[in-house]
């Protein structure tokens, strides 16, 4: 089971139920300091990990985050990351060092 705010991802990642809520990211279960409201959203979660009929099924819950959507204008408005680097990037001379350019599960490091 997925709580998502995140339907794409979800699905991307073929879990196998997912139930969804159009909130802001990190705050899936609910709003902060309402209870109710957090307690409804697990147990229909809950409910539809017995009542899914197919695997990736999605159940969108009913729950609004704000009286309308202007919360939405908000969000991923500036992209803020650090700019891309083909070649890794480390925080110290150390860290750089203590990388093993052979380890076999990390892909991300050139021989």
Known sequence: MSLSSALSIS??????????LDYPLGRT???PFDPTKQRDVT???LKHIRDAKS??????L???WAANDDWKDGVMQKDSR???HDEPQYQTPADA???DPTCPTCVFLTA
Do not use: K
């Not at 699905?11 to 969804?20: L, Q, Y």
């Not at 695997?55 to 969108?60: C, N, R, S, T």
């Open 11 to 20: 699905a991307s990642a073929a879990a196998p139920r997912i139930a969804f």
């Open 29 to 31: 279960a609910g709003p």
């Open 43 to 45: 147990l229909r979660a």
């Open 55 to 60: 695997p990736g099924e999605v159940l969108v």
């Open 62 to 64: 009913p729950h609004r």
């Open 82 to 84: 650090l700019p891309r």
């Open 97 to 99: 060092d203590a990388a």
